[in-house]
């Protein structure tokens, strides 16, 4: 059975940082794509970044040289380190690999 589980979610100020991460299990991530999604409410869900099985990465443009994903193989776990964020990043913060999702972990920035 495969599970994606995210934490690291919560409370910020504009211009903090937060780093999610992603715990997988019946999966191994250093074989496939994993990404990160948001989705603010009553916005569509957006890609935020990817990082593929040789570690290239890819970033949706309102997050680059903000936002890095990375991922250890060792830890079967992904993370997203989130720095100068801004109230517009608020949303819940979903990982996926494959077909599977994780149930999500909220961010949210004050202003």
């Known amino acids: 059975q495969v599970q994606l589980v995210e934490s690291g979610g919560g409370w910020v100020q504009a211009g903090g940082s937060l780093n999610l991460s992603c715990v997988g299990s019946g999966i191994t991530f250093s074989i496939n794509t994993e990404r990160w999604y948001r989705q603010a409410p009553g916005k569509q869900r957006e890609m935020v970044a990817s990082i593929s099985q040789f570690g290239i990465t890819d970033y949706a443009d309102s997050v680059k040289g903000r936002f890095t994903i990375s991922r250890d193989n060792f830890e079967n776990t992904i993370y997203l380190q989130m720095n100068d964020l801004k109230p517009e990043d608020s949303a819940l913060y979903y990982c996926?690999?494959?077909?599977?999702w994780g149930q999500g972990t909220q961010v949210t920035v004050s202003s």
């Open positions: 996926s690999a494959v077909a599977w």
